[in-house]
Nanobody
Framework: QVQLVESGGGVVQAGDSLSLSCVVS????????LGWFRQAPGKERAYVAL????????YYADSVKGRFTISRDNARGTVLLQMNKLQPDDTGAYYC?????????????WGKGTQVTVSS
């Protein structure tokens, strides 16, 4: 069973940058598409960015296009989310997810999340 552990959250001001990291273990990382998801207060968890097993395909929510970048290092077992020009609407708990069915499959493996708070 794949295990995911997020880190890197914090409290920042609007316009700042932050980098989130997710360590993947317990199973071959190349078996999984990976993604970052955000759950804002009072809202459902929604995808922010997805990356295919080999890193060649990436997808972004419209709200973060041009500001966030997802990347993965299969040799190191990590997936990163570089977040630039942060806005208050980016506030929420960020979760790393894994899908054995590709980026279009079900993300059913989750970390415990890391909190990002962006103040105006």
């Amino acid at each position: 069973q794949v295990q995911l552990v997020e880190s890197g959250g914090g409290v920042v001001q609007a316009g700042d940058s932050l980098s989130l990291s997710c360590v993947v273990s317990g199973a071959p990382m190349t078996n999984y598409a990976l993604g970052w998801f955000r759950q804002a207060p009072g809202k459902e968890r929604a995808y922010v960015a997805l990356i295919s097993w080999n890193g060649k395909a990436t997808y972004y929510a419209d709200s973060v296009k041009g500001r966030f970048t997802i990347s993965r290092d299969n040799a190191r077992g990590t997936v990163l989310l570089q977040m630039n020009k942060l806005q208050p609407d980016d506030t929420g708990a960020y979760y790393c997810g894994a899908s054995a069915g590709g980026t279009g499959g079900k993300f059913d493996n989750w970390g415990k999340g890391t909190q990002v708070t962006v103040s105006s």
